[in-house]
Nanobody
Framework: VQLQASGGGLVQAGGSLRLSCAASGRTFMMYAVGWFRQAPGKEREFVSVIRWSGGDTAYGDSVKGRFSISKDNAKNTVYLRMNSLKPEDTAVYYC????????????????WGRGTLVTVSS
């Protein structure tokens, strides 16, 4: 499975962005697709996850109510809509695929894409 994240950029606080994660290859192996983020000097943090078949979702506490994850199976793409962005949301955002289940930690994911940088200015 190959994953490509896109859609990052510079946005002012309070603004919105939509990230995309395009999957290719053996996508039938994917059980769930998650988003993580990593700010400079910090550990990679769970943001959100969606089950590939069925659509169950979950969110990290810091983004609940502001971020929304969705998918388009026909396009093999997962989206992360980010609203009410804050400077503390600044990070490199990564998408990842798990073949085993829904996980809230990096160890549950088997495939990772390159990240996309989101910068939120105050």
């Amino acid at each position: 499975v190959q994953l490509q994240a896109s859609g990052g950029g510079l946005v002012q606080a309070g603004g919105s962005l939509r990230l995309s994660c395009a999957a290719s290859g053996r996508t039938f192996m994917m059980y769930a697709v998650g988003w993580f983020r990593q700010a400079p000097g910090k550990e990679r943090e769970f943001v959100s996850v969606i089950r590939w078949s069925g659509g169950d979702t979950a969110y990290g506490d810091s983004v609940k109510g502001r971020f929304s994850i969705s998918k388009d199976n026909a396009k093999n793409t997962v989206y992360l809509r980010m609203n009410s962005l804050k400077p503390e949301d600044t990070a490199v955002y990564y998408c990842a695929a798990s073949t085993r289940g829904i996980y809230y930690h990096t160890g549950g994911y088997d495939y990772w894409g390159r990240g996309t940088l989101v910068t939120v200015s105050s």
